[in-house]
């Protein structure tokens, strides 16, 4: 029997690559927009035929090419400009060529002889970018002055894993009866990881103007707390008032978490960063570069003030952290994650890091943050749309004018269906509203008026 080529080895993968980079640019092309056209129905036969017998007796040698165009037409395309809805970047070419590399080495990240190279690679960058979130945190606040422990960061697979670790760490830290309070802005896996973890109900503050009000915090009850805030909801880009919360937090003797998920990438611009103010003293802290980074999915962090705090993740497997291994100098990776097999989501980040560098990074931030701007001011001097508020970060919420939420909502889902633009939706000020996420760097001043000129057709008068 023929054994199948590695990746490991070149003369193989080298066809394999043109075929797939051919299979998606015929997929991108038969696509034709930013999502296949139709809807779920036509999607999943284009898929069924494609597919056929997903264990077939014999192979298929055309299965790459096959599946891979299927998959290239019937994507959102987060690279079209079009493509607006969610927080689904286009990822950097660089970083995908990394990811590539990753893939075909294929480290494991849960013992030191499976990853030499990646498991030093992730120490060094999660250390300075932790420095990154920890720059010069003012003395006083919480425990970051009497601490000794410098700040470290984990790798994780997003905004759900790490706020999960950092309310875990929060238990372990304050112990089992420590409640989380957030506002109802927070990202839903902040209540679904109390829930998971077996902690108090969490106490949901309103937020009725979309940010948490810190003097709503007077109201929470005795008793060991964790408070979390936002820097970039999910629905409208909006960041909290994080310095009034951190000082709430010192003088109640309350654990603070800001989940960053969006918002973090506005540390690389100096224009910008400021918006983040107060971000040092959070006792941990929820970045997502597969957002405001450019990078292929997944790459999450989660940055810790104190590395004590993680040494509640510690455990011990004999057959990859053997005590007498560690004692010989071989560093323990379980305390790392709460997964064990991981591969190396580092290297996309440290190669993108390295080649674009803080300048790099902040023209791309400034770019998106910018086209916001210009799009927010296209709705807001045109007479048949409304503008919700001029955005904080990249995202513009907007509705045609006298339309009701019915009809917000279905021009949503027809230009879906037709596949001509992909817009989100939230709910403010008790009003649906259509959501433009602008992530694509690439993205022209004709493209946001092609877009708002696709809204407007699409509505019915």
Same mark, same amino acid.
């Given at each position: 029997?023929?054994?199948?080529?590695?990746?490991s080895d070149p003369?193989?993968?080298?066809?394999?690559l043109?075929?797939?980079?051919?299979?998606?640019e015929?997929?991108?092309?038969?696509r034709g927009?930013?999502l296949p056209?139709g809807?779920?129905s036509? %999607?999943?036969?284009?898929v069924?035929?494609?597919?056929g017998?997903v264990l077939?007796?014999?192979?298929?040698?055309?299965a790459l090419r096959?599946?891979?165009r299927?998959?290239a037409e019937?994507s959102a395309?987060?690279a079209?400009?079009?493509?607006?809805?969610h927080l689904?970047?286009p990822?950097?070419a660089?970083?995908?060529?990394?990811?590539?590399a990753?893939? %075909?080495l294929?480290?494991s990240?849960?013992?030191w002889?499976?990853?030499?190279?990646?498991?030093?690679l992730?120490a060094?960058a999660t250390?300075a970018?932790?420095n990154e979130?920890y720059?010069?945190?003012?003395?006083?606040?919480?425990?970051?002055a009497?601490?000794p422990? #410098?700040p470290?960061?984990?790798i994780?697979?997003g905004?759900?894993e790490s706020?999960?670790?950092?309310?875990?760490?929060a238990?372990?830290?304050?112990g089992?009866?420590v409640r989380l %309070?957030c506002g109802?802005n927070?990202?839903h896996?902040l209540? #679904?990881?109390?829930?998971?973890?077996g902690l108090p109900?969490p106490?949901i503050?309103?937020?009725?103007?979309?940010?948490?009000?810190p003097?709503a915090?007077d109201?929470?009850?005795?008793?060991?707390l964790l408070i979390?805030?936002?820097a970039?909801t999910?629905?409208a880009?909006?960041i909290?008032?994080?310095?009034?919360?951190?000082?709430?937090c010192?003088?109640?003797?309350?654990?603070?978490?800001?989940?960053?998920a969006?918002?973090?990438?506005l540390l690389?611009?100096?224009r910008?960063?400021?918006k983040?103010?107060?971000?040092s003293v959070?006792?941990?802290?929820?970045l997502?570069l597969?957002?405001?980074g450019?990078q292929p999915a997944?790459?999450?962090?989660?940055?810790?003030r104190?590395?004590?705090d993680?040494?509640?993740?510690?455990?011990?497997a004999?057959y990859l952290?053997?005590h007498d291994?560690?004692?010989?100098?071989l560093p323990?990776?379980?305390?790392?994650s709460?997964?064990t097999t991981? #591969?190396?989501?580092?290297l996309?980040i440290a190669?993108?890091?390295k080649?674009?560098?803080?300048?790099?990074?902040?023209?791309?931030v400034d770019?998106v943050?910018?086209?916001a701007q210009e799009?927010?001011q296209?709705?807001?001097?045109?007479?048949r749309?409304e503008?919700?508020e001029?955005p904080t970060i990249?995202?513009v919420?907007?509705?045609?004018a006298?339309a009701?939420?019915d009809?917000v909502?279905?021009?949503?889902?027809?230009?879906?269906?037709?596949?001509?633009?992909?817009?989100g939706?939230?709910?403010?000020a008790?009003?649906?509203?259509?959501?433009?996420?602008?992530l694509?760097?690439?993205?022209?001043?004709?493209d946001?008026?092609g877009l708002?000129?696709l809204?407007e057709g699409t509505?019915?008068r």
């Amino acid at each position: 029997m023929h054994t199948p080529p590695l990746a490991s080895d070149p003369t193989s993968l080298r066809p394999l690559l043109d075929t797939v980079l051919e299979a998606l640019e015929e997929g991108t092309r038969a696509r034709g927009g930013p999502l296949p056209a139709g809807g779920p129905s036509e %999607v999943a036969a284009r898929v069924q035929a494609a597919l056929g017998d997903v264990l077939p007796d014999e192979g298929d040698p055309q299965a790459l090419r096959r599946l891979v165009r299927t998959l290239a037409e019937g994507s959102a395309d987060p690279a079209n400009p079009l493509c607006a809805a969610h927080l689904h970047c286009p990822p950097l070419a660089v970083a995908a060529a990394a990811d590539l590399a990753a893939s %075909v080495l294929n480290p494991s990240l849960d013992s030191w002889d499976q990853a030499p190279a990646a498991s030093e690679l992730e120490a060094q960058a999660t250390r300075a970018l932790a420095n990154e979130v920890y720059t010069n945190p003012p003395g006083g606040a919480g425990n970051c002055a009497t601490s000794p422990h #410098r700040p470290d960061a984990l790798i994780t697979t997003g905004g759900t894993e790490s706020n999960q670790l950092a309310l875990l760490l929060a238990r372990e830290t304050l112990g089992p009866d420590v409640r989380l %309070v957030c506002g109802e802005n927070a990202h839903h896996s902040l209540p #679904r990881s109390a829930w998971l973890l077996g902690l108090p109900e969490p106490l949901i503050v309103r937020t009725p103007h979309g940010t948490l009000d810190p003097a709503a915090l007077d109201t929470t009850p005795p008793g060991p707390l964790l408070i979390a805030a936002t820097a970039g909801t999910t629905d409208a880009g909006l960041i909290d008032p994080l310095p009034e919360i951190a000082d709430w937090c010192a003088q109640h003797g309350a654990r603070l978490h800001i989940d960053a998920a969006y918002g973090g990438g506005l540390l690389f611009s100096e224009r910008h960063s400021a918006k983040l103010t107060g971000l040092s003293v959070a006792d941990t802290v929820t970045l997502d570069l597969h957002k405001l980074g450019w990078q292929p999915a997944a790459a999450g962090l989660l940055a810790v003030r104190d590395s004590n705090d993680l040494t509640a993740l510690n455990q011990h497997a004999d057959y990859l952290n053997a005590h007498d291994d560690t004692e010989a100098g071989l560093p323990d990776l379980l305390g790392r994650s709460l997964r064990t097999t991981r #591969r190396p989501d580092i290297l996309k980040i440290a190669v993108t890091l390295k080649t674009l560098g803080r300048t790099g990074l902040a023209a791309l931030v400034d770019q998106v943050c910018e086209q916001a701007q210009e799009f927010a001011q296209l709705v807001h001097d045109h007479p048949r749309f409304e503008l919700h508020e001029p955005p904080t970060i990249s995202t513009v919420l907007f509705r045609p004018a006298s339309a009701t939420d019915d009809a917000v909502a279905a021009v949503r889902r027809q230009l879906l269906t037709d596949g001509r633009a992909v817009l989100g939706r939230a709910r403010a000020a008790n009003r649906l509203w259509l959501k433009a996420t602008l992530l694509n760097p690439t993205t022209r001043p004709a493209d946001l008026a092609g877009l708002l000129e696709l809204v407007e057709g699409t509505t019915p008068r």
